[in-house]
Nanobody, 129 residues
Framework: QVSLVESGGGSVQAGGSLGLSCAASGDTSKGYCMGWFRQAPGKEREGVGLIFSGSAITYYADSVKGRFTISQDNAKNTMYLQMNNLKPEDTAMYYC??????????????????????WGQGILVTVSS
């Protein structure tokens, strides 16, 4: 299995940018659908975007399309989330997740809690108005 550790995050004013990193360790030789998820206070965890290991194909939630970008560095086993034009409603705990798969399906963002996702510890992003 894979272990995930997020870094980055912090506080920023609306309109600003932040970047998150997710370092994977363990059994990284297998294919994984990796993604970013977030959970705002009082709300359920929701998918932000997905990327398949070794691929450049990405999927995004409508709420972040055009503002957030997922990328990965396979040599470093690290996934990134670049967040631009942040809004107060982006405030949440952000989690890196990974599930063994032969590819990513956008439906994974809505079904993550019922799939065998591995999760990082989460990192807080706060956007002030």
């Amino acid at each position: 299995q894979v272990s995930l550790v997020e870094s980055g995050g912090g506080s920023v004013q609306a309109g600003g940018s932040l970047g998150l990193s997710c370092a994977a360790s363990g059994d990284t030789s297998k294919g994984y659908c990796m993604g970013w998820f977030r959970q705002a206070p009082g709300k359920e965890r929701e998918g932000v975007g997905l990327i398949f290991s070794g691929s450049a194909i990405t999927y995004y939630a409508d709420s972040v399309k055009g503002r957030f970008t997922i990328s990965q560095d396979n040599a470093k086993n690290t996934m990134y989330l670049q967040m631009n034009n942040l809004k107060p409603e982006d405030t949440a705990m952000y989690y890196c997740g990974a599930v063994r798969a032969t590819g990513c399906n956008p439906e994974f963002m809505a079904q993550a809690e019922s799939l065998d996702f591995r999760w990082g510890q989460g990192i807080l992003v706060t956007v002030s108005s």
